[in-house]
């Protein structure tokens, strides 16, 4: 398994369990499956409502595997609701408890947006949202830096954050986030964020590699392309004899990306981490580059607010 180093030669597998979407009643079947067959990163997240199953699967897993703590790497991520400097670390202690673990291998900001602390999952109106006055990012990341140095996260980051506010909180941290989880595909190449994340030393992880089409309704669009149907996908496939979800994790990983590809079946979790067996020419990799049409599936709108507060959320 290719992995990729953090700064202090901590490493991360590049293929990780993604458990967005994933089911209660399925996510446990789909940690212990992966598991089985070899993966060691998981990545979750208390939004998912699911932190408890997974972490009971994960303590039974290493039972059953005989696989200790420190072989594993779980991702969580920080919900908008708890930015509040006072609030991240009572968010975090509930993510480790329901997941059953003593520490985070990695703790995330999950989006650079802050909701009122009491509002359920997500906002109404604008009323809802905490100004960047109100809750500082910089002061969520100071929290988080505290929480590491508890011990209770060996490594920090963001996900849905631009080159432009990495780049904001960079000028107000000496501790740069070691990891930035976006969305990216070949629909959403997103070279400019991943150069820009290279050249300050912060890893990519990328999310929605498959296209998530098991989003629920009102996160979704008629018609959205899909990547799995996709023509110059499916024939680099079955040149490689292998399956379109496989060459486009493999796409991911061959351009220095982490990915998680979320899957509840049993064949396509082991499917998707065989992806590692093929190989992508240089043929394949500049078909796939020609497909990048700047697409997102997630396009953070539910997360703006109508007014100036939060606009323009990844910065386009
Ligand atoms: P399932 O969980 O039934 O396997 P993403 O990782 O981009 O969020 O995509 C997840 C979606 O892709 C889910 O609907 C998942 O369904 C499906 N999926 C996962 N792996 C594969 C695969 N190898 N081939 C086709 N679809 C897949």
Not at 168 to 178: F, K, Q, R, V, W
Not at 301 to 314: H, L, R, S, V, W
Request: hydrophobic share 35%; charged share 30%; aromatic share 8%.
């Amino acid at each position: 398994m290719k992995k990729f180093a953090f700064r202090n030669g901590d490493s991360i597998d590049a293929i990780g369990l993604g458990t967005w979407k994933s089911d209660p009643g399925e996510v446990g079947s789909a940690v212990k499956a992966a598991l089985k067959v070899g993966y060691r990163h998981i990545d979750c997240a208390a939004i998912y409502g699911n932190e408890k199953e997974v972490g009971a699967a994960l303590t039974e897993s290493m039972k059953t595997n005989n696989i200790d703590r420190k072989e594993l790497f779980i991702t969580s991520k920080l919900w908008n609701t708890n930015h509040r400097k006072e609030d991240v670390l009572p968010a975090l202690k509930q993510t480790l408890r329901d997941l059953q673990l003593e520490y985070l291998d990695l703790y995330l900001i999950h989006w650079p947006v802050a909701f009122r602390p009491d509002i359920d999952d997500f906002p109404q109106s604008d009323d809802d949202y905490l100004s960047l006055e109100d809750a500082p990012i910089f002061e969520t990341w100071e929290a988080m830096l505290n929480a590491k140095n508890q011990g209770l996260i060996k490594h920090i980051g963001v996900s849905n954050f631009s080159a432009k506010k990495l780049s904001g909180l960079l000028t107000e941290t000496d501790h740069a986030p070691e990891m930035n989880q976006v969305e990216l595909h070949p629909y959403l190449q997103q070279d400019d964020l991943i150069s820009y994340c290279k050249d300050n030393n912060i890893l990519v992880t990328a999310y929605s590699p498959l296209g998530s089409s098991d989003r629920p309704k009102n996160m979704k669009k008629e018609d959205e392309p899909s990547l799995l149907e996709n023509e110059v996908i499916n024939s680099i496939a079955q040149k490689h004899d292998a399956t379109p979800g496989q060459v486009l994790i493999k796409w991911a990983v061959e351009r220095d990306t982490i990915v998680i590809p979320k899957s509840t079946n049993p064949g396509r979790i082991e499917e998707n981490f065989k992806s590692r067996e093929i190989s992508l020419d240089q043929e394949d990799m500049n078909r796939i580059r020609q497909l990048d049409m700047h697409y997102r599936y997630l396009d953070g709108k539910a997360m703006e607010t109508d007014g100036d507060m939060y606009k323009n959320i990844f910065d386009e």
